[in-house]
């Protein structure tokens, strides 16, 4: 049976939650899924795609990123997903993504408030100001990236951080986590990895 990594990075523990349920819908396709944080990865040799999670902390978690640089020859050899957790979305182009299937969840997106005119804070939140680095440093055969809401909690932050998350970021604190939207992503990944025979 192909067995897909799910791994993830969280400070609050909302990334883990949907890694956990991606990773449960997987199994659901007949495949095997396995869930870790990255942290414990050692390895991805043992699995046939891998699928990597993390939220925006002012940008994409840099752990996340700093793992796409440093293991970009392993995870070049199977198929990989990438999804990210946020608070903000500002309706935007989406960047050049040949060969990529780019999910976003509907509900996390709002539009600018005055058309074609990005405010400060809309222009740190657009697909291109947040995926950039992220397609920098992801693998060539990047197959599928998805971007969830995330759930933000005031009162678990140092002062900086929730000053930052307000005045840059400009989320409110809630839970935007959309779990139909989120479990749909998850069984359809078989098919966007690629994972045809069973
Ligand atoms: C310091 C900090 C910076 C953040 N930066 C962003 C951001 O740039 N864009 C965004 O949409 N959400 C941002 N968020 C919200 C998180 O992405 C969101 O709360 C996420 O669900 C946290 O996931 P976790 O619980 O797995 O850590 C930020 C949160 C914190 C604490």
């Known amino acids: ?13 909302t ?15 007949g495949f095997e899924a396995q869930v870790f944080e990255l942290a414990e990865v050692k390895s991805t040799n043992d699995f046939d795609a ?16 700093n793992y796409l640089k440093t293991h970009k020859a392993e995870l070049a050899s199977k198929p990989v997903a990438l999804f990210l957790t946020a608070m ?14 780019l999910h976003i969840d509907q509900k996390l997106i709002t539009p600018p408030q005055k058309p074609g005119r990005f405010s400060f804070k809309e222009s740190f939140t657009t697909l291109k100001h947040y995926l950039a680095p992220v397609l920098k440093a992801a693998p060539t055969n990047l197959k ?8 933000l909690d005031m009162y678990r ?5 929730a000053l930052f998350v307000m005045l840059v970021v400009g989320a ?5 986590r959309n779990w139909p939207d989120i479990r749909a992503w998850g069984a359809s990944l078989p ?6 025979e069973k």
């Open 191 to 196: 098919a966007l990895l690629k994972l045809e």
């Open 88 to 101: 903000s979305l500002t309706e935007s182009p989406s960047p050049e993504m040949q060969g990529v299937d």
């Open 144 to 151: 599928a990236l998805a971007f969830f809401g995330g759930r």
């Open 50 to 65: 891998v699928v990597i999670g993390a939220p925006m902390i002012i940008g994409w978690h840099r752990s996340a990123l």
């Open 157 to 161: 932050l140092k002062w900086y951080d």
């Open 1 to 13: 049976m192909k067995k897909v990594l799910v791994t993830y990075i969280t400070h609050s523990g």
């Open 172 to 176: 409110k604190p809630g839970e935007k």
């Open 15 to 29: 990334t883990r939650d949907v890694a956990e349920a991606i990773a449960e819908e997987i199994s659901k396709t």
